[in-house]
Structures are given as C-alpha cells and as structure tokens.
C-alpha cells in the first residue's frame, strides 16, 4: 500500500544534518549519502522536520493553482485560521472578495460543518458508552499516529469525518442540487498543514475524499494578501457572506472543540504532549474521560506549519472575530443564513467513517518467533553500540540503527565506533572514510589536516 | 527460540514512578507482534500488579516470560502480605493507607481488575514476607 506524503525533502538542498532525523516522532528519518530520506509508511506528515530543517530543504507539496480553473463552479473551503492570518482592520468580506477576485467562484468556512459534527460526538458517546475514552478524528496527524504508534487505541478514534470532510460532502450536494454537473464542481481546500493534504490524497476510513485539490493557506495569504492591498478601494466588495457563529470560528483551536462535548473531556495541542498522554492511556494510567481532542500541532491549527503568522496572534484574532460576532449581531449587521443546513439530513447520513486499521510501525515482524528472533538480535547489537544517540550513523539512536541492521536497512560497521573497534582507526582520515556512505563523499574533507 | 525473559525493579512507595516497568514490557510486547488488544489487557493487568507494589510492598520486581504461547507475568514483592487473598479478590475492598487513596490509588479494584485481563492468577502471600502473583496470558499468533 503508497502512502502519500506531502512533505518532500529537496535534495538539492539538503545539507544532510540530525535535526529532521533526530525530531521526528516517529523515527521516519534516516541520512544516507548526504540526504534525508523519508521512510514512508512511518510518516504521519506532522511537519515537525520542517520546523527544525534549518536550511528549509523540506517543503509541501501542493496542486498547482491553476488547477481550479479546470471547473466551472471553483469552491474554496477555507478554514477559520486562514481568516485568523489577516489583521483585524481586513473585514472577512474583504478576504472573500479578494479570493474571488483571484480565481474562486464561491468561499466557505469549512467549519460551518461543526454545528452539526458537535451533535454527531455527542450522540455517539451516548449511543457507545463502552469506548471511552473517544478520541476525536479531527486532527490527521493524530489519527495516523495512534494507528503506527498506538495500535490497540484506533478503536477509540470517533469513526465520525471530520469537518472539512463533512463540509466538502454538503457544498457538492448544495451544488449538485442546483444542476452543476458533478465535473463541473471543483472542491479545493486551503490547508494550513501537510498531514491535511495526505488526508485528501490518501484519506484513512474512506476510499476517495469528496475534494479536488488542496492549496497551501501560505500561498493563498500571498495571493489575496497582495490583491487587497494593490486594489485598497478599486475591487468589487462582495455582498454579505455567511457568518461563522462564534463557536465554530474557534472551533480548530485548542479547546474549541472539546467544550461542546458533554462529560469529562481533555484538549492536548503539540505532537510530544499527545504521544506523551497515549502513553499512560494505553497504559492505563490516566483516569476515565469521555472524550479527548487532539492536535498535533502547538495552539492547534493556528500553529499549522503552513500558518503564515505567529500561532497565538493567529489564535487572538480568531478570538477577537468571534467576539465582534455578537457586536454585529447587536448592530443588526449579520443575516443568519447557513446554507449548509439545507443538507443537514444528507450530511447526518453520509458522516460516518469506514473502518481505521492500525498498521503498527514497532513490530519487528509478522510472525511473532521470528519477532523473538529478530529482539534477540537488537538486544546483541545495542550492547557494542555505545548508546551516546550521536546520529553520525544516519540512523536517530543507537536502539533504531541496532533496530535497522536487523531489518537490512544498516550496517554495524555504520557506527562510527564500531568501526574504529572492528576495522582499526590510526588516523582521523579512515575514521572520516568510514562515514563517507553515511555523510556524502568528501564531507569532511576541509576538517582534516594535508 | 523458545521463550525470552525480562526483569524490571519495582520501588516500594515511589508513586511517581509507578508504571515504569510495565510500561517498558508493553514496548516490548508491541515489537513483537502481538494483537493490540491482547496487549493492551496484559498492560492494563501489569499496572494493577506494579501498583499494588508501589502501594503495599517495600520493593518488588517484575518479570516477563515471552513465549509464542503465552505472555506470563510474575511479580515478585516484600513486604506485608495478603492476610485474606479472597477477599483481596473483592471488587472494591482494599487496605490501603488514606495517604495512598488521596493520591487517587487504593480503590480496591486491583486485584479484580487482574483477574478479569488476564486468563490465568495465581496468587501467594506469606504474611510479613511478601506476595507472589503470576499472571498468563495465553496468545493467538501466527508463529505460536
């Protein structure tokens, strides 16, 4: 089975160092020749390689703009956060019309959906009171790392879709209903992370996502950024829009989700504190709760890699526009139009999620003798391996390059240590020689003396 | 490759820890294949039996005997004993100190809550001396 991955490291510019390698959670890194090379079925797409890549050699992969042009009816489903990279003074309208202005036909918050989602968790807790806790399906990150890292808790993910799931399903129908042909509707999401975009082109639960293409929330700001600001009193400003409620601007943040559930609930932001916490939960060491939201990222969605300004003014503003909700409301400026409930009834029944499969990254093998065999073996090498986690291997620790060799993916002799021991090491060149398959040819040639 | 054994030191009062050991097996388990679910109840049940431990005993440890065949569990204490090990059995009963109740340990759920993860208990106390529990968990897997 291909996974597809958003994230591609460029090779041209990879200067091959530890620091993807050594922040990944899921040990899906390894150097060889000079680069970073990704082991696909470990990725979860969290980003957090991209973060820590001081030389932004790891980037997202994207469809090409132009792509919407290849429907007539061009939607663009945007979340809030993308609303939340504008300062203040830049009305939602103003943004609507300049992303319509730039090649849309139609905008939507993809979290219009929630109104709805929120009574689907809660029917569910009700109707299954034996899975506890239920993990939210929110987060693709999330959801892949519980299925490589946390295998025995996929049957605590909420089999619910998530919102833009939900909203892509009501926005085609809504489209559908007013006679556009079904290929003549284009569904294109503004994403402000990867994990977001390998949910649509490899979706978990679900054989093909109801959306078209994905645009990256960073390219678009640019886009509509610089069409607000060269055409300040020149473009058309659309009609009035329709209004996320209060509740559903906040939604992707950290607590915006967990607060409508009912009973004990948890929200965990930032990858390390979710795995952290899956721990003890698979442990059974943390207490009873009723329901956890989980994201992968730091402040949620407004921390999405591909956010374009700092995570907390992001998740301010976001704040500061649910809270002027009710001042226009007040001031009789916002017309109570959701067009999504329309297709409530379609939407109910179309919300469920197919079956979540774990796909364990930590077993050794198949067959559990040969598994034993294959432990027995790690236990040997690690204990030559001198268990300092330099990564001068090109493998994260000493456990994963032990781990490695097991698997045929390594050497022993790739140990920098292990090689002065077995080969001999009377001057630094062989030492550096030794590293050369690892590092690239003539890495370290300048350091060493004529 | 018949069975692979493993020990892990329990410290007597040390709540903080507490977890640490079976913590470590289920990584180990996790490695080797196991049915998720499968794990999940021995790692339920090890936490039980490494909390009574921490709760009861001055020191114990823990070990893991792995076997295509079954995952058995014997964790070995000092300390008090079990006076009545029927009624330790109880859902609900327990001994422990106020102390070790407020930090959220000591609902008498322990024991029961073992025997209900795993497949076989066995359970020997000797008073003032200490407690010896062993637990089987028999496996499904493709290579037993």
């Known amino acids: 089975m291909a996974f597809h991955h958003a994230l591609k490291i460029q090779e ?37 390689c991209m973060r820590v890549c001081p030389v932004n050699a790891i980037m997202i992969e994207e469809d090409d703009f132009s792509r919407i042009f290849d429907y007539d009816c061009r939607i663009a489903l945007a979340p809030s956060v993308f609303i939340g990279q504008f300062p203040r003074n830049i009305t939602s309208r103003k943004i ?31 109707e299954n009171p034996e899975i506890r806790p239920v993990i939210s399906s929110f987060c ?18 909420l089999p619910v879709k998530a919102p833009l799931d939900l909203a892509a399903i009501a926005y085609r129908k809504k489209f559908a209903d007013e006679g556009i042909p079904a290929d003549r509707i284009g569904l294109f999401y503004i994403t402000p992370c990867a994990a977001k975009i390998a949910a649509v082109k ?16 960073n390219t678009l700001y640019n886009r509509v950024y610089s069409i607000i600001r060269r055409e300040e009193k020149g473009y058309c400003i659309v009609p009035e829009k329709e209004q996320l409620l209060p509740d559903e601007m906040v939604w992707t943040l950290t607590g915006g ?13 930032g990858i390390s504190n ?60 916002i017309v109570d139009n959701k067009s999504i409930l329309v297709n409530r009834e379609h939407l109910i029944e179309n919300a469920s999620l197919g079956a979540i499969e774990p796909r364990s990254i930590m077993k050794l093998d198949e067959d559990m003798v040969q598994a034993m065999r294959k432990m027995k073996k790690i236990e040997k090498i690690r ?36 090689s002065i021991k077995v080969k001999g090491g009377d001057s630094m060149n062989q030492v550096v020689d030794y590293t050369e398959e690892i590092w690239g040819k003539d890495r370290f040639k300048d350091m060493l003396p004529e | 490759m018949k069975e692979m054994t493993y020990e892990f030191p329990i410290e007597g009062g040390d709540f903080i820890k507490a977890g640490h050991a079976s913590s470590n097996v289920k990584k180990i388990l996790n490695q080797l294949s196991l049915d998720p679910a499968i794990i999940r109840r021995i790692a339920v049940a090890m936490y039980e039996a490494e909390v009574n431990v921490v709760a009861h005993a001055y020191r114990g440890t823990m070990k893991v005997f792995i076997s295509p065949a079954a995952i058995r569990v014997r964790v070995e204490d000092e300390g008090p004993g079990i006076p009545d090990i029927e009624k330790a059995m109880q859902e609900g009963y327990s001994t422990a100190s106020d102390k070790v109740r407020e930090m959220g340990f000591g609902a008498g759920m322990g024991l029961s809550n073992i025997k209900k993860n795993t497949d076989k208990l066995e359970i020997q106390s000797k008073i003032n001396q200490g407690t010896v529990i062993e637990m089987i968990t028999r496996i499904k897997s493709k290579g037993a």
Request: aromatic share 6%; net charge negative.
């Open chain 1, 140 to 157: 693709p990150a999330i959801v892949r790392l519980i299925q490589v890292r946390f295998p025995s808790l996929v049957g605590n993910i």
């Open chain 1, 202 to 217: 490899s979706p978990v639960g679900e054989k093909k996502s109801p959306i078209n293409g994905v645009i990256n929330l």
């Open chain 1, 257 to 269: 989700e967990a607060r409508h559930v009912h009973g004990r609930c948890l929200s965990i932001d």
């Open chain 1, 383 to 418: 204990n030559f391996l001198p268990g300092i986690d330099c990564g001068a291997c090109g493998s994260p620790t000493c456990r994963t390059l032990a781990e490695d060799v097991v698997q045929g993916r390594a050497h022993t002799s790739d140990c920098v240590f292990v």
């Open chain 1, 12 to 48: 041209d510019l990879c200067i091959g160092c530890t620091h993807c390698m050594k922040a990944c959670p899921t040990e899906a890194l390894r150097v060889t020749a000079g680069k970073a090379k990704l082991i696909a079925e470990r990725c979860v797409d969290c980003g957090e």
């Open chain 1, 96 to 126: 609507y019309s300049g992303m319509l202005e730039d090649g849309f036909t139609h905008v939507y918050e993809v979290e219009h959906s929630t109104g709805i989602l929120k009574e689907l968790i809660n029917n569910y807790l009700v």
């Open chain 1, 274 to 333: 979710a795995i952290e916490f899956l721990e003890k939960l698979e442990n059974g060491t943390v207490g009873n709760f009723d329901f956890l939201e989980m994201r992968a990222c730091d402040e949620s969605c407004a921390g999405g890699i591909l956010s374009t300004n700092n995570r907390f003014l992001v998740s301010e503003r976001l704040h500061n526009r649910a809270e002027q909700y009710h001042i226009d409301k007040d001031k009789g400026k």
